[in-house]
């Protein structure tokens, strides 16, 4: 669901008015043109009347819980969406198209002059900050100089902005400290291709962040694409740290200075990063998880294990790795 803190909400469109200008491969039965659509949803959890998008055989399983009304899809996985009497949009760049459409019902809310917001009677707003309307900063916080807090997002009880912070289209809880220069609810990166050029994907999803929340300087903190980017209570993120569009950190994990964590990653609670360490995109990290510093994670990694290198393996199995090299090294001298 959008959330009207953060977003201007428009529709239902007709399915018809959605694709007018799209270069569909088959073209629609008359029958369907008339559907309405409420909503752009996450093909896992998308409900009736929304539309999705199915790009990827390998996500066969989030489809079977799909019930969305429409579907943007190829020609060779058109018959997986028939299956689920979901009308299928038949086009060579889905995700693209889908981008495009879902524009249309969402526009985040920006900055404006005056702004009403709600702020407790204990909390410290520095005079150079900027706060947008229907914001909320609980008892005893503190926004410092020349930091903006967007529309509708919640400050909660003696957290901390220093200065130059950017918080939008998210929810922060108590007792956290975000440094200074760190940007929270910001796009994410993403992009596709279609008969009209490049086109972004647009973010119309949140951040939720837990309490006692620490994030370094210059860390980013991306809203989801269609749903949230959350960060357990008790996370200690250091400073030039990326976390992706749609990633899940759990409570307890501590997260050391470059590392890149990419989209749709779920880390699980107490795991350890290790300096500049990068996540490729969609794995799931167990809780318990230690990764040392430099290693590139290609893998799901099980609970309580100890990885490290590129590609990062079992700690065991890179140490025999280095040990063996270092033979053949000798042996060649």
Excluded at 26 to 54: C, M, V, Y
Excluded at 200 to 222: A, E, K, M, T
Excluded at 231 to 253: E, F, M, P, R
Aim: with cysteine; glycine share 12%; hydrophobic share 40%.
């Amino acid at each position: 669901m959008i959330d009207s803190r953060f977003y201007e909400i428009a529709g239902p469109f007709s399915l018809g008015e959605l694709i007018s200008g799209l270069e569909i491969e088959k073209q629609l039965d008359e029958a369907f043109l008339g559907t309405l659509i409420s909503a752009p949803g996450r093909l896992a959890t998308a409900q009736a009347s929304q539309i999705t998008f199915f790009t990827n055989k390998r996500r066969k399983a989030d489809l079977t819980a799909c019930e969305a009304a429409a579907c943007f899809t190829t020609q060779n996985l058109a018959s997986h969406v028939l299956e689920r009497e979901i009308i299928p949009i038949i086009s060579k760049a889905p995700r693209a198209h889908f981008a495009r459409i879902v524009s249309r019902f969402a526009t985040k809310k920006e900055l404006g002059g005056e702004a009403s917001f709600k702020k407790s009677s204990s909390a410290r707003i520095h005079e150079t900050a900027v706060i947008g309307a229907d914001a909320e900063v609980g008892d005893n916080a503190y926004i410092g100089p020349y930091s903006i807090v967007g529309p509708g997002v919640t400050i909660g009880a003696r957290t901390i902005l220093e200065g130059h912070s950017y918080i939008q289209c998210a929810s922060i809880g108590s007792d956290c400290r975000v440094k200074a220069g760190a940007q929270i609810g910001g796009d994410g990166f993403g992009m596709d291709a279609d008969e009209k050029g490049f086109v972004n994907l647009p973010h119309i999803g949140r951040v939720i962040i837990g309490d006692r929340v620490y994030i370094g300087s210059q860390s980013c903190v991306d809203r989801g694409f269609l749903g949230d980017t959350s960060v357990g209570d008790d996370v200690k993120i250091d400073n030039l740290v990326q976390v992706a569009h749609n990633c899940s950190i759990g409570s307890g994990t501590m997260i050391a200075g470059h590392v890149g964590i990419s989209g749709s990653c779920i880390i699980g609670k107490n795991v350890r990063l290790g300096g500049a360490v990068g996540l490729a995109d969609h794995l799931t990290i167990g809780d318990n998880v230690q990764i040392a510093a430099s290693s590139g994670v290609m893998n799901d990694i099980p609970d309580g294990e100890y990885w490290g290198g590129t590609p990062a393996t079992p700690a065991l199995e890179q140490a025999r790795i280095l040990a063996a090299t270092r033979r053949l090294i000798k042996k060649k001298k």
